[in-house]
Structures are given as structure tokens and as C-alpha cells.
């Protein structure tokens, strides 16, 4: 018989490709969706027919547990969170509801309906904050620099507290970070090759952009959902660190967006100090050396593969756009 997975966050990047990956591995998916009046499937569309969707909230503790008893999954994979650094500093209680405390209410759900579910709890680079040593390991202390990490931290440490307190298989995959086509366009990377495609397209001169200098352990959002499905696998359930163990700056992120549509950077990057954070996280690369040796992971996509893959993806889709539109017009 299938296994049966269940994924809250299931319309956003990662769980879009945990959801190709688990169907083909065979797995029966249930999709964890919000009620709500905007509800955007794009990521999903062509598997859509192929997953069952389950309305349910982080922020509702008794919708959870309604999916847990009618679907019983044997997996779950808790993706869905307030995920946008920037907006944790304007929303920070939203934030912790659902970052944070959303986490504890899935966790009491798993406990009061079915405590064998194995759990794989989305944790962040984000954590390590201010970092206390280059690179990050498992070990190192967390020193969050945003409402979103403080709440990611407080999502990481009550897993811990839910695994050694009911002997539930739950475990963090502290992620950097992870990028793809499906990227949204709030996050710098995405916005940097979708502002590429613009510009290349003759749609604008200029794209504006914060800090250059941030330097980020930068992977495939496709090769890290396999590391989530294998932490799963394991016996005794653990925390790892999944990254690539090279860092990048935005700068250098640039120059290959750029580059890859024949166009120099410093012809259309312009630095504007409303997209620097109130708090900046400097240097974030980790080390996922227990990842490799426990789990048998390792990235498969260089740095410039996925820059190139995320320009090509946003060249396409613009120009596809633009033959939709007769005469230019929308």
C-alpha cells in the first residue's frame, strides 16, 4: 500500500517539489491549504490532479487535527510559514503565530492523534542570525537578526522539546538558502533574474536593490526537498544542516544573472536603502558534512547552474507573456 504524506505549505516552492518527489516515489499526497480568497496553485498546477488538498490553518489547532484523523498520514512535512524575512519585521506577531506557534499546534496534533507520524520540520540558516562561527553546524549557537528567525528558532527548539518529551520521530532540516524558478518575487534572487528578464525584454532600465554585499549559501530548492524525504527515512530521528558549504554575495548573483542575458549589472542595478534590513545577517554558509555522512546527501547544482536556470526560466515566461498580449496590450 502507498505511503501517505501529508505537507502544509504545499502551494509554495519547496512544497511544490516535495510533492514531485513524493509522487514519484510512489507516495499518496495530501496538500495542507489555507482557506483563503487568493489562493495561488501556480507551483502546483501540473500535479495538481495527482494530489488531494485538505483545508487546515497552523493558527488552528482543531483543523489540524480534523486532517490528521481523516487523512492519517504517515509523514508530514510542515513547510508552511510566514517566510518573508523582510515582512517578519512589519507583521512579527503574524509571524510568531504562524512560524512559531503554528509549529507547536501541529506537533500537540500529532501527539493527540497518531504519535508514530513521522514529522520533518522546516528550520532556517536564518537562526544562526549573527553568526557565531563560519561555517554552521548543528552545533552552532543560533542568534536570530529577524522575527522571522526568532520564530524559526522557537519552531526548531519545540520540536527538539516534543521529541525527547513523547518520543515522537521529529526532525529540523536547518536549510540555507534555497532557490528555483518557482522562487516568489519577494525574495532577492527571484527578483534579481525576473528584473533580468525585464530589463533584457526592453520592459525596464533599472532594478533596484539593497544590500550587495549579504552573502548567502545559495542551493537548489529541488535538490534540498530529497534531503527532507531522507531525514524521514532514518531510524532515529535527528537534526541536519543542508547546504552547499559555499557562499556567495548578492553581488556575485548579479553579475551572472546579468551576464547570462548578455547585460552588465552596473548599467541597471541601483542601490536603494529602503531594501536594506533593519538588522542585516553577514556572512551565512554551513557545513553539511552529517547531512552527507548520516543521509547519503549531497547537492547536485552548482551556483551558476541555478543562476542560469532561474534567468532562462523568467526569459521564457516573459516572452511567452508577451505573445499572449495582441498588440502589446494586457
Not at 54 to 80: K, W
Not at 112 to 126: F, I, K, N, T
Not at 143 to 157: D, E, L, Q, T
Not at 222 to 230: F, N, P, R, S
Request: net charge negative.
Amino acid at each position: 500500500m502507498a505511503k501517505r504524506a501529508l505537507i502544509t505549505g504545499v502551494t509554495g516552492q519547496d512544497g511544490s517539489y516535495l510533492a514531485e518527489l513524493l509522487l514519484e516515489k510512489g507516495y499518496e499526497v495530501i496538500g495542507m491549504v489555507r482557506r483563503s480568497s487568493t489562493l495561488n496553485f501556480e507551483r502546483i498546477a501540473h500535479i495538481q490532479d495527482h494530489i488531494t488538498l485538505a483545508p487546515a490553518d497552523l493558527l488552528d489547532e482543531a483543523s489540524m487535527i480534523g486532517v490528521l484523523r481523516e487523512h492519517r498520514p504517515e509523514e508530514i512535512y510542515n513547510l508552511a510559514a510566514q517566510s518573508f524575512v523582510q515582512t517578519s519585521f512589519s507583521q512579527p506577531v503574524l509571524t510568531g503565530e504562524t512560524t512559531a506557534i503554528g509549529v507547536t499546534r501541529l506537533l500537540d496534533a500529532i501527539r493527540l492523534v497518531d504519535p508514530s507520524v513521522r514529522m520533518y520540520q522546516a528550520s532556517s540558516s536564518e537562526m544562526f542570525g549573527k553568526v557565531r562561527e563560519v561555517p554552521q553546524t548543528e552545533d552552532t549557537p543560533f542568534y536570530p537578526r529577524s522575527p522571522y528567525g526568532v520564530a524559526k528558532v522557537y519552531g526548531h527548539w519545540i520540536t527538539v522539546n516534543y521529541r525527547e518529551s513523547y518520543d515522537l520521530h521529529a526532525s529540523s532540516g536547518i536549510l540555507f538558502n534555497h532557490e528555483s524558478p518557482r522562487r516568489g518575487l519577494e525574495f532577492v534572487t527571484r527578483k534579481i533574474t525576473h528584473g533580468v528578464a525585464a530589463i533584457a525584454a526592453g520592459h525596464a532600465t533599472e532594478l533596484r536593490l539593497g544590500n550587495l554585499d549579504a552573502q548567502r549559501d545559495w542551493g537548489f530548492a529541488g535538490d534540498y526537498v530529497e534531503a527532507m524525504w531522507l531525514m524521514l527515512q532514518q531510524d532515529v530521528p535527528d537534526d541536519y544542516v543542508v547546504s552547499t558549504g559555499e557562499t556567495h554575495s548578492v553581488r556575485e548573483f548579479c553579475q551572472l544573472a546579468f551576464g547570462r542575458a548578455g547585460l552588465n549589472w552596473e548599467d541597471h542595478v541601483v542601490i536603494d536603502e529602503r531594501f536594506f534590513r533593519p538588522a542585516e545577517v553577514d556572512l551565512l554558509v554551513g557545513d553539511a558534512s552529517k547531512a552527507n555522512a548520516a543521509l547519503g546527501w549531497k547537492p547536485n547544482t552548482s551556483f551558476e547552474s541555478l543562476v542560469h536556470m532561474m534567468v532562462d526560466a523568467d526569459i521564457e515566461a516573459t516572452e511567452r507573456n508577451a505573445h499572449l498580449r495582441p498588440n502589446g496590450t494586457r
